[in-house]
């Protein structure tokens, strides 16, 4: 992270590296075209918060339903 205040392709390639689940290059591509709403192939706080809201609602969906 060069805290620029937002995410792109070799730090959250490093990042996923750091928690132990290495993707390679075109996934997280994948994965940065996925959470990119405005499309500048960055991914901010906000989008990643996005994110993180929504990874958080279907772990209490889940919750709820089983
Ligand atoms: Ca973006």
Redesign the pocket.
């Known amino acids: 992270m060069d805290n620029d205040g ?1 995410i792109c392709d070799f730090e959250l390639h490093d990042m996923l590296k750091e928690v132990g689940c290495p993707k390679p290059g075109y996934m997280v591509r994948e994965i940065i075209k996925g ?10 706080f906000e ?1 990643f918060l996005a994110v993180g809201l929504k990874l958080h609602l279907k772990t209490v969906i889940r919750a709820v339903f089983h």
């Open positions: 937002y959470l990119d709403r405005n499309n500048d192939k960055k991914i901010s989008e």
